[in-house]
């Protein structure tokens, strides 16, 4: 079945600790999305990426990292500069269009918690 | 002013009722616009396009005001199921900008 799996389902990190996100798609989409959810807010774009190798910053970027090495492949490092990790984060993806009509499609998203 | 604003909720309908939740966005050169559905503590899951000429799929009726710069979703025949949360979404910049509301919850009860 084709589709975006992220992974860990549930992330706990330390004081000063980096940690990473896995966001991987089989759907042979170009654009790759990144977004945060905290609770009763709208999501809010981290990063996205239109193809392999480049990458853009989203609306709140601070904190975060990202790399597209692959198509398939999008993940998120929260780093330990981002103080208020605790947030519900969600990996997207869609067909590349610059007609701006096809919309994204979503993982099933990491819960992230400072211990 | 928001760039995308939704009624938070919560509606409270009983099943078999007739629901519409409104979205407001601020930028008149917004080209496309979805409904997005996100049960709780779940992902979003694209519910519908919304045309221009408005369109609809079974119970679920979308609508675009341009005039106006809203869009609309009415749901008829309310089901238990369709309990959740709505999402508005609006693209314009060809696409590269997206913008989620911040949603409507709705509960249906029996």
């Known amino acids: 079945d084709g589709g975006i799996t992220q992974s860990p389902k549930y992330l706990f990190r330390k004081e000063g600790q980096n940690v990473t996100l896995s966001c991987e798609q089989n759907?042979?989409?170009?654009?790759m999305y990144w977004y945060r959810q905290d609770p009763g807010q709208g999501l809010r774009l981290i990063y996205y990426?239109?193809?392999?190798?480049?990458?853009q910053k989203g609306d709140i970027a601070e904190g975060y990292s990202v790399s597209r090495e692959k198509k398939e492949s999008f993940p998120l490092t929260v780093t330990s500069a981002q103080k208020n990790p605790t947030a519900f984060y969600l990996c997207?993806?869609?067909?590349?269009?610059?007609?701006?009509?096809?919309?994204?499609?979503f993982g099933d998203g990491t819960r992230l918690s400072i211990l | 002013r928001k760039e995308v604003e939704q009624d938070p909720g919560p509606f409270n309908v009983p099943e078999g009722a007739t629901v519409a939740f409104n979205c407001t966005y601020s930028n008149s050169a917004s080209q496309s616009f979805f409904w997005y559905r996100q049960d709780c503590r779940k992902e979003p899951k694209l519910l519908m396009s919304v045309y221009s000429s408005g369109n609809e799929d079974g119970r679920f009726t979308a609508q675009l005001n341009r005039a106006s710069q809203y869009i609309s979703l009415l749901i008829r025949d309310s089901k238990l199921s369709d309990s959740a949360t709505y999402l508005c979404?609006?693209?314009?910049?060809?696409?590269?900008?997206?913008?989620f509301g911040a949603g409507t919850r709705l509960f249906v009860k029996a």
């Open positions: 997207a993806s869609s067909i590349r269009d610059r007609g701006g009509n096809q919309p994204q499609h």
């Open positions: 979404v609006v693209k314009w910049d060809g696409g590269f900008k997206t913008i």
């Open positions: 990426s239109q193809i392999v190798n480049d990458f």
């Open positions: 759907l042979n989409h170009d654009a």
